[in-house]
Every structure is written in structure tokens, then in C-alpha cells.
């Protein structure tokens, strides 16, 4: 077999390099009045899968109980007709409202939200997908449809800043790969959310930072929590979670500050902690400062029910680490995410939850 010279393999590939970018630019200058998506490495990329997207409770009941096929063959039979908005609905059209307002301020900016579709459906289910999302006039250009096998190693792929599920075990795979994720569950009744204004809360501990304090609740209780967040209150929490998706945020909130329009910003953020603000409330708020991060309103509930003051913010979506602050915040109205992380999910309305013994 000849050998090939070092200046043969470079002339070939700075070929194909030039080719590939002639390709790329063509297909950048194309002219179109339908916004294009933002390239990934700008974006604030938001995967959903087409069951928090959709209602697709009749058609996963389909898929269980009578198999793939059956599943498959009814999707292609009622392609024509749109799904109904499901938990992550009205925050996928919030994000596209704050992404109407960024291109008003900053028409060449790419720097916006990118919603991807990221679901395990066939693709023969994908035409019903595609009518569904035309029939709302949603800007969802990007599918990633897996045929049955886990989507979840291809989030870091699309640069995912954050992904949303009902599957709690592909939500729990995101987590452990270092992505921010979450998996949403419908309101038991409906409230009025904002549609000027995208309205994001977040729990504290476990979700924007790591479960260390908690860690400490649940062993040795709360006097010693207190006494250890007074002595450590100049030292940052570690990061959680849901952080980096703060953090994304904030950049997308000062490009509206940048233009004097803070009063107007179409992004809030809110902390809604159970922790006390007097006796554990300070180290929280310089972790944030200590991240140049900003919240926009911190609510400190020192142990009450989280679910009326949801049932006031109206957020579009809620995240929490513990299962009864979902569940409350899901009765009064709000589309809450749980967060699959940290010691909280050991245990229930403060007990221990028994684990299966494990087999010798």
C-alpha cells in the first residue's frame, strides 16, 4: 500500500474544509422571513420531550398496554390532529415571547432561547410532532427523535443548557452527566400565567445549590443547621444542579438591562426556600452575590407550605428537589419539575424512606 505524504493529507483536507464552509455559508445567507434558530454555541438551548411538550397520556396508555406498533400505527392514523399543550407548554410559548422581545432589541443577536425537541418517539411518529407544533405556531426547528433508545447522550451534543421530561429516570441520567434537568408534572387546576413575561422559580438548596445544608437538617436537625450556616456565612454554597440555568437566564436578562429595560424585563426570576431569613438566609444570598448572580425576589418561608405563594407568583414553571413541595405546589395551579438530586430524595414529609434490602 503507497504511504501518503503528510502535504497529500493536508491539501485534502483543507479541501474538504473549504468545501464544508462554502456549504455552511450558503446555507447562513439564506433569506427567509421565518425566524432561523440561534446557533448552539449562542443559545439558551431548553429539550423537552414530546410528552411534557404534549398531553400524550391516551397515547402512552396505547404504547403500554398494546406495544410499539399499535402506538406507532395510531400516531400515523391521527397525524392530522394537533395534541393538546401539555406541563411544558405555556413555558416553551413564554420562551418564545422573551425571544420576540430580544430580536425587537437586538435584530442580529444570537443569543436567544432554542427549544429542541428531544424525545425516544419514532420518526414515523415525527409528522404528528411537526403538525402539532405548526398547528400552535410554535419556533421549534430542532427534533432529535432516538427510535426507542434513550436521547439522553445526545443533551450535551446539542449543548443543552436545560432538559425537561416525565421520564424521572432519563431526568436522573441528565443530572448525573452534569445537565440541568427536571421532570414536569401538570397542575391539578389551571391558573392565569403571564403572557408577557416568562416567571421562573426555583428552590434552593439541591436545585440552585448542592444539598450540603440539608444534608445537615436531615442528620443532626435544625439548631445545628442554624449555628452552621452563622458560621459559615461568607463561605459560597456549592453549585446545584439548576445553576447554570440561572445563570443563563441572568446573561439573557442583562441584554435587557443593557438597554434600560430592567422595569420592563420580560424574564423573573424567583428564590422560594423553606429556609428561615433571619437565621440561614444570609449565606444564600452571598452565594448568589458570590456568583454575580441576581434573583430577582426572595421569598424565605421558614418552613410554611410553599403552594399558596406559587398560587400568587403564578410561575411557568416551579423547581423543587422534594416531592410534597410538588405535590402542594401542583394542587393549587402551579406546573412544577422535580429535581431528582441530593438527600432529599432519601426521604418524604421529613421521614426516612424505607430502601429495598440489598441482595447478597
Known sequence: MSEIKPSEVTTVDGGEEKDWAAAKAFFDNLKTNKPRPPKPRFAVTIAVSSRTLFNMVAERKIYEEEGVEKYVAHQVEHESEPLKPGAAFPFVQALMNVNSRLRELYPDSEELFDI???????????VR???????YDLTIERFCMTGGKSPIGY?????TNLYLSKDSEKVTEAIEEGIAAATMFMPETENELSDTQLRVAFDGD??????ESEIIVKQHGLDTFFEHEKEFENKPLAQGPLKCFLEALGKLQRKFYAKNERLNCPIRTFLVTARSAASSGARVLKTLRSWG?????????AGAPKG????????HIFFDDQMFH?????ELGTISAHVPYGIGQKYHRGKLIEQPAKKE
Not at 429542541?116 to 415525527?126: D, E
Not at 448572580?293 to 418561608?301: M, S, Y
Not at 399558596?308 to 410561575?315: N, T
Open 293 to 301: 448572580l441576581e434573583i430577582d425576589e426572595a421569598l424565605f418561608l
Open 206 to 211: 439541591a436545585v440552585l445549590f448542592s444539598d
Open 155 to 159: 443533551l450535551k451534543a446539542y449543548m
Open 129 to 135: 410532532l411537526i403538525n402539532s407544533i405548526n398547528h
Open 326 to 330: 410538588i405535590e402542594g405546589a401542583q
Open 308 to 315: 399558596p405563594l406559587l398560587q400568587k407568583i403564578k410561575p
Open 116 to 126: 429542541v425537541l428531544m424525545t425516544n418517539n419514532h420518526a414515523q411518529v415525527g
